[in-house]
């Protein structure tokens, strides 16, 4: 068999593994004496693997749905020039599908003695830590006949942050504390239930606010200002068990409950209220306390990055008791839970009164969308049982949640685009009636 170029070489030799002929070409080269040869010095010339330098940096973290940049330094320490492809391998999650190839393999040249630095854009998927797998290279002769193959370890870990896609909604809940703080032109000025200040009287000023011994002491008519408490103490507690693993619009209902409890948090902080977190299933997952105001919401970002559903029953008792623990003065306790009738009745309701007697008890739930459009199915059989069973949900939900706001808590049961702006909504009412 007769070659011609490179070209021809290189169809006739086909995908030969790394370093190692098949048998049957064994023999076509003992007859082929040149190009014998030609693969047995493009195999010497190709750089060696194993004495290679690999070195990373790069991004450490990432919101879920944003893009992290990490680079591998391949540094050639032999005397040859390194011709090679690259794979960086990572978790599949790390990646939008059908974008891995091309994000994670790479063609490079590094003459001897020089560096190159490669970059790996990840796009992750899930939450959580995304940790590096191998670096495999090939490294090819100067013909491209025969390669040299082997990997390298070099650890590297990216935290997927919760994506936190209900901070637009900051920007409005701020501006109506800011009214309730009476720092904005408008005719409710400093609701609260916190004196502020004196200050004259103005026709529409409420006359329960005329502050009479001042009125007395200085001859014209002044009247208190009020703002909302300041340094209340706030214990978010998500849920982690198996209510929380249920999928709500394509999404655990926990990343909803996540989502929700940052913005309450961003907002809390801002009004000068200090917040803590609790992570519970079966025990404590995740906690947080004792933050200040500008370290609270990344401590709380960075936790519950880590958080997954368990696929366990919520032990109620242990959570009221792991509640007393975190919050020994009266609090507000934001309890991000499921609004389902069984867990609700045998494991949360019965413990409730050793809650509310010291606290008061904000409870918010996600609700399912697709209930509400199976309400209005009609048109079919098939479509009025869905209709029926829809309907006979949100029921249940109801009742259970008049039973919650019978024994003195506050409810929230919203849709997971809906529930973050509704829970600082009513976390801001109860700022205004001097409930925290």
Known sequence: MAFTGRAALLAALGSIPVGILEPSWTGMLAVNAPLALACAVDHALAAPVRTLRL????????????????????????????RARVRDAWPPSSWVAGTEVASSRHAF?????????????????RRGDRQAARVTIRSYGPLGLLTRQGHHTVP???????????????????????????????????????????????????????????????????VR?????????????????????????????LDAAMDAALLLTALATRAGDRVDLLAHDRR????????????????????????????????????????????PRRSLVVLLTGLDAAPIE???????????????????SVADPHIAQMTASRGTVEAVYEAAAGTQSQSARRRTAEQLTRHGVHVVDATPDTLAPALADAYLALKAAGRL
């Open 55 to 82: 070195e990373r940096s790069g991004d450490t973290s990432v919101r879920l749905g944003g893009t992290a940049d990490v680079h591998l330094t391949v540094t050639n320490t032999s005397t040859r020039t390194l």
């Open 109 to 125: 040249t590094v003459p001897a003695g020089e560096r190159r630095r490669l970059t790996t854009r990840l796009r992750p998927t």
């Open 156 to 222: 590297w870990t990216v935290r997927v942050l919760p994506p936190f896609a209900s901070r637009k909604h900051l920007p409005s809940r701020l501006a109506r504390l800011r009214e309730l703080d009476g720092r904005t032109s408008v005719l409710t000025r400093g609701e609260g239930t916190e004196f502020d200040s004196l200050r004259d009287y103005v026709p529409g000023d409420d006359t329960r606010s005329v502050d009479w011994r001042a009125t007395a002491r200085q001859n014209k008519v002044a």
């Open 225 to 253: 200002t009020w703002r909302p408490e300041r340094d209340r103490h706030i214990l978010i507690c998500l849920d982690t068990g198996r209510t929380s693993a249920g999928r709500v619009a394509d999404a655990p209902r």
């Open 284 to 327: 404590p997952r995740a906690q947080v306390q004792a933050r200040s105001a500008a370290d609270t919401l990344p401590a709380f970002v960075n936790a519950m990055a880590t958080l997954e559903p368990e696929l366990v029953e919520t032990d109620s008792r242990t959570l009221v008791s792991t509640i007393l623990r975190s919050a």
């Open 346 to 364: 045998e494991g949360l309701l019965p413990l409730l009164p050793r809650l509310t007697q010291r606290h008061t008890v904000l409870l918010a």
